[in-house]
């Protein structure tokens, strides 16, 4: 099991400075929000994106991917009965697969929720049909790329667009291509009514990455969330993604977060060798 942890934790940092702490801390990748690095990742020309793989590599860990995907630039919408605003965003998701692959991430985390959110003049059939038509070039061109969507489901606090993991799991479906899945997100998961490792069990297969975290906003471990049976789930159905801790509360310190973080989850991957389970 392979433990990342996502970069924008760490405000005012290099990527570098990020990378070599989290090596340091034992962590086996990281996962790159984009506006950490710029308002667009079509600005970081084949230079600057070499250089963020030689610095991974001298660093000695793996670029998970990518999240956080549309914050920057603004104004870009999946969903949205503007045309002209979801023909952008299509070209943008496009560029963010070719910059994935270019830096030698492997999946791209479609959260999103404002910019896929259902406005009031929009059916849920309409948004449906128009973000499967936003994401198709993006995702021929991870096809073509080798790197993988995921589609996050969001509880209905943040969203009212795929809200459970098999609203997500059908819409990759209608997809229709190995470069798309889903996440799996424990935050978003503990909205639902199914236990979360009933959900981890119903979508084996179709998740090919997982965020670990916890309803309070902190990491993993630092909330009510047991992760032992979770890790244990994952195992069960063959799980080999990356385990990624995405946290919303910053107010323990970065350093203090990506640590204990890191800790809770191999005591807990640790205590499921020690029963034998």
């Known amino acids: 099991m392979r433990f990342a942890i996502c970069n924008e934790l760490f405000a005012g940092w290099s990527l570098r400075q990020v990378m070599d702490f989290c090596k340091g801390l034992g962590y086996d990748a990281i996962e790159i929000a984009p506006f950490t690095l710029a308002d667009s990742v079509e600005q970081l020309d084949a230079e600057e994106r070499a250089a963020i793989r030689r610095m991974a590599a001298q ?18 919408h999946l969903t949205t009965s503007d045309t002209q605003v979801r023909v952008r965003t299509a070209q943008y998701l496009t560029a963010l697969a070719h910059f994935c692959a270019d830096i030698g991430g492997k999946v791209l985390v479609l959260g999103s929720p404002k910019q896929r959110q259902v406005s009031a003049d ?30 996050e489901p969001l ?19 209608a997809l229709d291509s190995p470069a798309a899945r889903i996440i799996l997100d424990v935050k978003a998961m503990s909205s639902e009514h199914k236990p979360i490792v009933q959900i981890i069990r119903d979508s084996a297969g179709w998740f090919a990455h997982f965020h ?23 195992q069960e159905v063959g799980y080999r993604g990356y385990v990624s801790v ?31 389970e």
């Open 155 to 173: 509880s209905p606090a943040e969203t009212n667009f795929l809200n459970r993991a098999e609203d997500a799991i059908r819409f990759v479906q």
């Open 212 to 234: 670990a975290n916890d309803p309070n906003l902190k990491g993993p471990g630092m909330g009510e969330v047991d992760f032992v049976p979770i890790l244990h789930t994952l």
């Open 122 to 151: 929009s059916t849920h059939e309409q948004a449906w049909e128009r973000a499967l038509e936003t994401l198709r070039p993006a995702v021929k061109a991870a096809e073509e790329r080798g790197v993988t969507w995921c589609i």
């Open 246 to 276: 995405e946290v919303f509360d910053y107010s323990d310190g970065a350093e203090r977060i990506a640590e204990v973080s890191l800790r809770n989850l191999q005591q807990a991957l640790a205590s499921i060798g020690n029963r034998g």
């Open 59 to 76: 660093a000695g860990v793996e670029i998970a991917g990518l999240h956080w995907l549309l914050v920057k630039p603004e104004g870009l």
